[in-house]
């Protein structure tokens, strides 16, 4: 295996093509979807053999190739995944891109010695995620692209993971792994590698009933970051990616080529050296899709300049030089790797012809050498036709040979002679990262997956309340059979922690303390800021959302119980597997899981003795994002506050400023209610039911509470409590809502 670069240019390849198009124009290495479980569904992704048959050319080439299967996985589909992997693995694949932790967990354990790289799918924002994911066996982490530089440094510095960010092309809106958008509105689960981008359509924001601001206010400008390469490189950053496989072979060419004249240029004269030239930031525009560039999170936090806001002009005019130019250059063409041979010719032995490039070397046999009775070769004709490599990937650097005087040399010969050594070369270089054959093992301990699990119900499930506002206590305290109430920790203020835990605690209720969905260094200073008031609230427990607050949570000896919750995924057994590993309570069923898919889950979590609870009601949160709509409308007040985005159907999506930590929720316009779902709750058997209230005022909070627990019997069994608790009549209360995905499945 070739020894690492300094540093690494990473390109897409959405096709074959792509692949050449990105090692023609200097990529490194270069990251590609295969058939199946890709966060890119609708690239032209290669079959088996297209993949087989990149990693020989990439390998041929001395580059690398990482295979992206960073998308969650459902039970049926993680059984099939040791076998899918497997050919990659022994044709010598260089890494997988990962999501699912169960996917993880097979590839840890039946793929040694294959890098694992957690993808930006995983949503890792801090040092704290990166410290967990190195545990389970990365060796290398793509951080959430909203993280800053100092954020990046600090995960390098303190954990020595190699740090893949990316450098160009599109942005998401919302953290990368949080978004429900796609699939809540169309069924198309970004999470699954089929995002519709709902992001791109124009929305309206709107604050206390008008409109103030109407456009593109969820799409972002394309990345660009040229002119702070040097400062990314120096903050630790190893592998520059750049984002783009579903563009065209041509866009991949372009980009590549033009990132890596400024690497290069960078490694040659460093950052007092370094400059960008115009016309190359104009030709990445004449590539790009949209209008403007954004430098990205890189150095700020969010930002208007970073939305793009107006519409996309209708025309632009290409710039045809610059296409041919990448035409001629790039696209079909294959670089040529130097060969240094030596051919010997000797009368009653077989021609040998040695064949060495880089570290790999072949060597072949030819025809046995005879006198010649007429015209005997010549040095200068042997050469002359061993020289010759047409259409192969290799040129003739260095030639030589050793030949006895008088003897009669074919050309047919000559010319078998060399087509068989740069075929045998070719092998050698491609082989060189090949893998024994190794035989897979099951990796899903269930029963038939096809077949729909009946789960004992143990008891009554434990309802629980989770608090986004402090004016929605009082009606949550007050709620019988409620056993506990998660409080958010940035809509209850510190100061309130003891006091509203010591109410919950009179009530007989439990009282946990619920922490932000996203844990960066913001959200890690004001844990730590008010630490005390943490350690004397008498909470029950801690509910967590990322896996940077498992791993924090640990490191800082936490001895509260902690439990997960929705966004911290667990779709199959393998992954509610390495849930129960991290030493969590309990764990919240996904969102996206139908009722059935579900089901297999809650199996593994009862053998392992590991509860799950089934959010009934709530809003859901769509999108989780640095950015903020109405900043981009208006600017910063630094208030938090409830607005409005309204989408062309004229349905109005709420959207939630967490000023304390600079993050914003968008929610789903209707609530989600598994009332009349009793039935498949019943045969689902969750140990907890959860009302989650986010955006609600304190009288609808009181109203839909009231409304789901009345009519509960003081004694009943737990049939009869869930078809109680979930009866169908329990949605008179809500003029509209959804059953979110607990019927419907996501592609």
């Not at 692949?19 to 023609?24: G, P, Q």
């Not at 299967?69 to 260089?94: S, W």
């Amino acid at each position: 295996m070739r020894e690492k670069k300094k540093v690494e240019l990473l390109a897409p390849a959405g096709s074959l093509d792509s692949l050449r198009a990105a090692v023609a124009a200097g990529a490194d290495a270069a990251y590609m979807g295969g058939p199946r479980f890709g966060a890119r569904a609708y690239a032209e992704n290669a079959d088996e053999a297209g993949i087989l048959e990149a990693i020989d050319f990439v390998h041929l080439h001395g580059r690398r190739l990482y295979m992206t299967v960073n998308t969650l996985f459902k039970e049926d589909e993680l059984a099939e995944l040791a076998d899918y992997m497997a050919p990659f693995y022994r044709q010598g694949l260089d890494g997988v891109i990962v999501q699912d932790l169960g996917a993880l967990r097979v590839m840890r354990e039946q793929f040694p010695g294959m890098e694992l790289h957690a993808s930006t799918q995983m949503t890792i924002t801090s040092v704290w995620g990166a410290k967990l994911l190195k545990e389970l066996g990365c060796c290398r982490v793509v951080p959430a692209r909203e993280i800053s530089l100092e954020e990046i440094s600090r995960i390098r510095r303190e954990t020595g993971l190699e740090v893949e960010s990316f450098v160009h092309g599109a942005l998401c809106y919302c953290y990368s792994g949080q978004c429900l958008m796609s699939s809540l509105i169309g069924g198309r689960s970004g999470n699954r590698g089929r995002c519709a981008q709902p992001c791109r359509l124009p929305y309206q924001v709107w604050e206390d009933g008008r409109q103030v601001l109407k456009g593109n206010v969820l799409s972002m400008k394309d990345l660009c970051t040229l002119d702070i390469l040097p400062d990314i490189l120096e903050a630790g950053v190893y592998s520059l990616k750049i984002e783009g496989r579903m563009k065209s072979p041509r866009y991949v060419a372009g980009v590549v080529s033009i990132y890596r004249k400024y690497v290069d240029r960078y490694l040659r004269r460093g950052k007092e050296g370094y400059y960008v030239e115009p016309e190359d930031k104009k030709a990445l525009l004449d590539l790009a899709s949209r209008p403007e560039f954004t430098q990205g999170y890189y150095q700020k936090h969010n930002g208007r300049d970073m939305i793009a806001v107006g519409e996309k002009p209708a025309f632009r005019q290409g710039n045809q030089k610059l296409f041919d130019y990448l035409d001629e250059q790039f696209v079909g063409k294959e670089p040529k790797e130097p060969v240094r041979a030596k051919a010997f010719f000797r009368e009653g032995e077989r021609a040998r012809l040695i064949l060495e490039s880089g570290d790999a070397k072949a060597e072949v046999f030819g025809d046995v050498c005879q006198r010649a009775e007429k015209q005997p070769a010549t040095e200068e004709g042997v050469l002359r036709q061993l020289k010759k490599t047409g259409g192969t990937p290799f040129v003739m650097e260095e030639l030589s040979a050793e030949l006895a005087d008088g003897l009669f040399l074919p050309v047919q010969s000559l010319n078998r002679l060399r087509r068989e050594g740069l075929d045998a070369l070719r092998e050698a270089m491609a082989g060189r990262q090949r893998r024994e054959k190794g035989e897979t093992r099951p990796v899903v301990e269930t029963e038939q997956k096809n077949e729909r699990m009946s789960v004992p119900q143990k008891g009554i499930p434990r309802v629980t309340i989770s608090l986004e506002e402090d004016w929605q206590f009082a009606p949550a305290l007050k709620t019988p059979w409620a056993e506990r109430l998660y409080l958010d920790a940035g809509g209850f203020a510190p100061e309130s922690w003891r006091s509203r835990a010591e109410d919950c605690h009179k009530a007989g209720k439990e009282c946990w303390l619920a922490l932000p969905h996203i844990f960066r260094s913001r959200e890690e200073a004001y844990l730590e800021q008010h630490r005390e008031a943490l350690v004397a609230a008498g909470f029950d427990g801690i509910l967590a959302k990322n896996l940077e607050e498992v791993m924090w949570l640990r490191e800082t000896k936490n001895p509260l119980p902690v439990g997960l919750d929705a966004s911290v995924y667990g779709w199959n057994s393998a992954a509610v597997r390495a849930l129960k590993e991290l030493g969590a309570a309990f764990f919240t069923f996904p969102l996206e899981l139908t009722a059935r898919e579900m089901e297999p889950v809650h199996r593994a979590g009862q053998e392992l003795g590991f509860p799950a609870e089934l959010v009934v009601y709530g809003y859901y949160p769509m999108m989780v994002t640095a950015q903020c709509p109405l900043r981009t409308a208006k600017g910063c007040s630094h208030t938090p506050k409830l607005t409005k985005l309204r989408d062309r159907t004229g349905a109005f999506l709420p959207v939630k400023n967490r000023c304390v930590f600079c993050c914003n929720t968008i929610f789903n316009p209707l609530p989600l209610s598994l009332a009349g779902c009793g039935e498949e709750a019943k045969r689902l058997g969750p140990e907890g039911l959860r009302l989650a209230f986010t955006v609600e005022s304190r009288e609808e909070t009181e109203r839909i509470l009231g409304v789901f627990t009345a009519g509960l019997p003081e004694r009943c069994g737990a049939e009869e409590f869930l078809h109680t608790f979930l009866d169908a009549s329990r949605n008179d209360c809500l003029p509209e809502f959804t059953r979110g995905h607990f019927r419907r499945r996501v592609e």
